[in-house]
């Protein structure tokens, strides 16, 4: 489903991924942990082309992106275009459009995208909505809702364009505690429906229970991956050891 | 600083202007340079020196009354007001001896005799009358005789125009048929131009006197017989000769008496303002359809510019930041001049109307983009981010996300930029555009009652402006609903 070879991403002169490699089946639900800083949100941003990585390839659903320059040609863009709609993003800040209410959030890229109509767009809007528990809120706008109302509505967002995988950028870093359940259980669900995902968190017990593999990314390097009990009861590097026992006492 | 300010008012406290001038051993005379040949110009061989008749002249009433003489420019249909503000000490500056200047202020007695001219392009009909020019575009000169002539003489498509030159200039670019102006300029500039031609007589004679404050009784009486020493020793003939000025009509100076004055009455266009405001409301319509069209173009053409910069590539961006930085960089007047004075040049020939929409749409425009990039530029990233990542592309995106965003945050800037170009299109007079302050100031020109035209001519302003900033705060109220 996403392969992953040697993608390399500087900043200014900074290093930020180190050749990083990734490969991920239908279905698998992956965490990435790791310090902040150590290149994991840059990976996902680059995976859904709104960083061009330097060097490198990405794979997702069949469609392949080499780094190295930002598109020129019309294909180009095009390509760029097709592979973000298969990677949904959900991101830490929700990004809600302030200006649209939360049905017309959810219905505005499959109408201007994929030119669903208003009716067919709407209709889908609200049956997302009603799986993120928020068929009340259709109305709103994004500024009368609460954080973890407004990371939901962006969930479902994301969801409407039917994309192939899902990529979360820390969804619940933005929230109060006590509102990050409520969009951790909508990713939950979406692991038990077989969404492929990726998700960047600090939800150490999310990790636990629902990741198929959690990855541990150091420096901009994979450092450590396996499955869940592995990583978190037997680490086999003394830098994911210290950054989780870090984790643990926060 | 604080000294000059002062000595200014020190002046006009002494009982005479006249001891005023003894008392520094200069006199200062008000006349405007700018296309003032043969009266008072920039030597074209020495441009810091100024020389013409009037000049001369001055040295030489200067020398009658033993001080030196200092020229102070001023703009010609501000001399009257400029004089009584004290600018300086008197006009001599082509000033006619008609009954509303003597009821003004003092007038001395004359010193040139001048008379109207009809100037035409040499290849076109000759219009010897002004009855020939009626139904005709036809160039004046602002608060001439010749424009008070021609007004009087009603039928003709009267263009006012703040300088000679202009005129001129417009009637060979064919925006006039004639410029119906006093005979020394037309001499001066006319004569010598191969395509221009003195059309019939020289009609409607009249006297320049110098023109005093009414209280400077003393100065007037100095002034007086310097000139009649001057007249009669021939002084004024030789200077005139020298410019070419001087005919056969000049003889008239030896024989003038002045007849008696009626004494002067105050105008109060505030209690008359049933007969004034219709004047300055008609002139507020031209500001409207001014300000509202140049803004509309714009509006348009911001958007335009701010597009090419955000999705644009390379030379694109780069045309559209150029554009921003020389619009911006250079004054609204010189912009103006270039596009009704230049552009006909090239083959391009706008009327009035047209260029001064055209100016200060055009220059607006590249404050409107700066307004417009400023609002896209406040709109946080993820905003464009997110609607990337949902497959948007970039032009979906600005449509359909940042731009609506932006613009709640862009209304408030365009706005004072609407009211303030209300105020700023006053400047489109220089290029002949007769709008609401130009009325005022044509007004204020005849009646002299700069108080009570200023203030229905500022209340119309507000009374027009306001309203729109309401409809700004109501609009931005309504689009704020995405922040309860």
Not at chain 1, 182 to 205: F, K
Not at chain 2, 34 to 43: F, L, R
Request: hydrophobic share 45%; aromatic share 8%.
């Amino acid at each position: 489903m996403i392969v992953v070879e040697s993608l390399v991403k500087s900043y200014n002169q900074t290093r930020v991924l180190h050749g990083v490699d990734h490969a991920q089946s239908r279905g698998e639900t992956v965490v990435l942990i790791g310090p902040s800083g150590c290149g994991k949100s840059t990976f996902l941003r680059c995976l859904n082309q709104l960083e061009v990585a330097d060097a490198g390839r990405i794979t997702i659903g069949g469609i392949t992106v080499e780094g190295g320059r930002p598109p020129g040609t019309k294909e180009e863009r095009e390509l760029q275009r097709r592979l973000r709609m298969c990677a949904g993003m959900v991101f830490q800040s929700f990004n809600l459009f302030p200006h649209l209410t939360v049905v017309q959030n959810i219905a505005l890229a499959p109408a201007q995208v994929k030119g669903v109509s208003p009716r067919d767009s709407e209709a889908l809007a609200r049956e997302l909505l009603a799986k993120v528990g928020l068929e009340d809120k259709a109305a709103a706008y994004p500024g009368q809702l609460s954080g973890g109302q407004q990371q939901r509505v962006a969930i479902a967002r994301a969801l409407a364009m039917k994309p192939e995988v899902m990529l979360f950028d820390e969804p619940t870093s933005a929230l109060d505690p006590e509102l990050r359940d409520e969009v951790l259980r909508v990713l939950r669900r979406l692991t038990e429906e077989g969404m492929t995902m990726i998700v960047v968190t600090h939800e150490m017990q999310f990790a636990r229970d629902m990741a198929d593999r959690v990855v541990f990314f150091d420096s901009g390097r994979v450092a450590e991956a396996g499955p869940p009990e592995q990583i978190f009861e037997h680490p086999q590097l003394e830098r994911t050891r210290e950054f989780l026992s870090k984790v643990a006492k926060r | 600083m604080l000294a000059g300010v002062t000595g200014v008012a020190g002046q006009t406290r002494a009982a005479d202007t006249l001891d005023a001038i003894q008392q520094r051993g200069e006199l200062r005379w008000g006349a405007d340079a700018e296309g003032g040949a043969p009266y008072v110009y920039p030597d074209p061989d020495k441009p810091e020196r100024m020389v013409g008749f009037e000049c001369e002249l001055a040295d030489a009433l200067a020398a009658k009354l033993g001080v030196k003489a200092r020229l102070v420019q001023n703009q010609w249909d501000q001399l009257v007001p400029a004089l009584q503000r004290g600018n300086f000490d008197f006009i001599l500056n082509g000033l006619e001896l008609t009954p509303e200047n003597r009821q003004r202020i003092g007038m001395s007695r004359p010193y040139f005799v001048y008379a109207q001219q009809i100037v035409t392009r040499r290849e076109a009909v000759s219009f010897a009358r002004l009855d020939d020019l009626k139904g005709k575009p036809v160039g004046v000169l602002a608060s001439s005789v010749a424009q008070r002539i021609t007004e009087k003489a009603g039928g003709l498509d009267l263009r006012i125009y703040p300088g000679n030159v202009e005129s001129l200039r417009d009637l060979k670019a064919r925006r006039l048929d004639a410029v119906v102006l006093d005979l020394p300029i037309a001499l001066h500039y006319a004569k010598p131009d191969p395509t221009l031609t003195l059309s019939g007589p020289p009609f409607a004679p009249g006297f320049y006197g110098i023109g005093v404050r009414p209280e400077d009784k003393a100065l007037l009486a100095a002034l007086d017989k310097a000139i009649e020493e001057l007249v009669q020793d021939r002084t004024v003939e030789r200077i005139c000769r020298k410019y070419g000025v001087w005919d056969a009509t000049q003889d008239r100076l030896r024989e003038y008496r002045p007849d008696a004055v009626a004494a002067s009455q105050r105008i109060s266009t505030l209690r008359e303002w049933p007969k004034y405001l219709p004047l300055l409301l008609r002139g507020a319509i031209t500001t409207v359809e001014l300000s509202v069209l140049a803004m509309a173009l714009a509006v348009v053409t911001g958007l335009v510019l701010v597009l090419m910069r955000v999705l644009g590539f390379g030379p694109l961006r780069w045309l559209a930041r150029g554009y921003v930085e020389v619009i911006r960089g250079t004054p609204l007047l010189i912009q103006l001049f270039l596009i009704y004075y230049g552009l006909p040049e090239v083959g391009i020939r706008l009327n009035a109307f047209a260029a001064a929409v055209l100016g200060l749409g055009l220059n607006y425009a590249a404050s409107e983009a700066e307004n417009y990039r400023a609002g896209i530029e406040s709109i946080p990233r993820g905003q464009m981010e997110a609607s990337l990542a949902l497959g948007l592309s970039r032009w979906q995106a600005l449509r359909h996300v940042v731009l609506p965003q932006a613009l709640r945050l862009v209304i408030p800037p365009v706005t004072n930029d609407f009211i303030a170009m209300f105020k700023d299109s006053s400047i489109v007079s220089v290029i002949t555009m007769v709008e609401l302050t130009k009325v005022y100031g044509m007004l204020a020109m005849s009646t002299y009652d700069y108080i009570g035209l200023g203030l229905m001519t500022a209340a119309i302003y507000f009374a027009l402006s306001y309203p729109a900033s309401l409809f700004a705060h109501w609009l931005e109220r309504r689009l704020r609903h995405d922040r309860r």
